[in-house]
């Protein structure tokens, strides 16, 4: 077998385990009124539920990425695949607020286990085109929450307990398990391998930069469609209908990000994403009916590039991070969406509660607290435009000064 079909059978094994991290947060984000009936559970319990999948996301990049140069990317995805058995069943067994916590848990760790493997993995295999085959891989994050969804609205309209909906996913698990442990991985050959190199370069100044900026890029898209159905549901559209046509559009997007990030640069891309993001996300905080569709179309175009590309620049731009760098910028993201997962859903709560004070109707009760939770998520990509046009003029700078450098040496060695 050939290198060339090696590597493509490695990408289709990875994005296949992307597929079922994607489906834990569509199916979850679609079970979560059935999981508050069912264990009498508010709003501020179902954050802590979330949280638990966010935190153990960061803890497994951050421990992956620190031990991908002595294990490797196929140990890591063969722990993914058992936190993701793990996680499933103790799920489809919780009765519940305390195993529903720890087996969301499990689900994050194992989430976080695909990314801190198959990241660098897939930069390394195609070091040439980094950023554009990460937004490739990532196009499965979208992809995976398109089919997650139309399984979880399909199962609910026709009666399908919670339980079977997690079900659903333990077939996908086991194929890419499968595919994982019969595929020979190659070494590692075009990313830094020095732990301790590594180490130095997330202290570096732009590093610590990008790090911040990811705890508001992963908020503004992932703490958004997480809560999808408690902010959207009295809104007069579907939410998971919506999220569907997000994530259906944010795959499109990703698969064909080459042409936009070779014409605008990653940095560019990031600050057209915070821009429209903030656009979306706050014009979703005025909509209703059908305009919530459209409203969420532009909150879409926006988050679309975000991951993908935050991860694509530390590649490119801090290439002494190696794996670890990729894995860190993920599991800080994540974190941060674990501590505002609580946060929203007292948002919520506080909301629902102003609402019912003002003595407005039950269905306006609903409505006015998923509008002013989103007005408040609009806060993060409106700081994020601030940072990125920032981060745009500091490495048109860069640029400059590495080609008036090239200049100089040309000049002095013509003489």
Known sequence: ???????????????????????????????????????????????????????????????????????????????????????????????????????????????????????????????????????????????????????????????????????????????????????????????????????????????????????????????????????????????MLIMAMVTGVMAVGRFFAGPLVHKLNPYGVLLYSAIVTTIGIYSMSLATGNMVYVSALIFALGVTYFWPTMIGFVAENIPQTGALGMSVMGGVGMFAVSMWNPVIGHWIDKGREQAVAAHTTPEIVELAAGQSTLANLSVFPLVLIFAFAGLALYMRQQKQKVSQAQDSAQAESSF
């Open 1 to 239: 077998m050939s290198a060339d079909i090696d590597r493509n059978r490695i990408f289709t094994a990875s994005c296949l385990a992307l597929t079922v991290t994607a489906m834990t947060f569509a199916i979850r984000a679609g079970i979560l009124g059935q999981l508050s009936q069912d264990f009498g559970l508010s709003d501020a319990e179902l954050g802590w539920i979330n949280a638990m999948a966010f935190l153990g996301f960061p803890v497994a990049t951050i421990l992956g990425g620190l031990l991908y140069n002595f294990l490797g990317a196929k140990k890591l995805v063969l722990i993914a695949f058992v936190g993701h058995i793990l996680g499933l069943l103790l799920t489809m067994s919780a009765d519940g607020f305390w195993l529903l916590l720890i087996s969301s848990f499990c689900i994050g760790f194992a989430n976080g286990a695909v990314e801190a493997g198959c990241n660098p993995l897939i930069a390394d295999i195609y070091h040439k085109k980094q950023t554009v085959m990460l937004n490739r891989f990532h196009v499965w994050f979208p992809g995976g929450i398109v089919v997650g969804a139309l399984i979880s609205k399909a199962m609910t309209d026709m009666s399908f307990g919670w339980q079977a909906q997690i079900a659903v996913m333990l077939v996908p698990t086991l194929i890419y398990g499968y595919l994982i442990i019969s595929q020979t991985f190659p070494k590692t050959d075009n990313i830094n391998t020095s732990t301790s190199a590594n180490l130095k370069g997330l202290f570096s100044p732009l590093f610590l930069f990008m790090a911040f900026c990811m705890t508001l890029t992963a908020t503004s898209e992932l703490g958004t469609q997480q809560w999808i159905e408690r902010i959207l549901g009295a809104s007069g559209a579907s939410p």
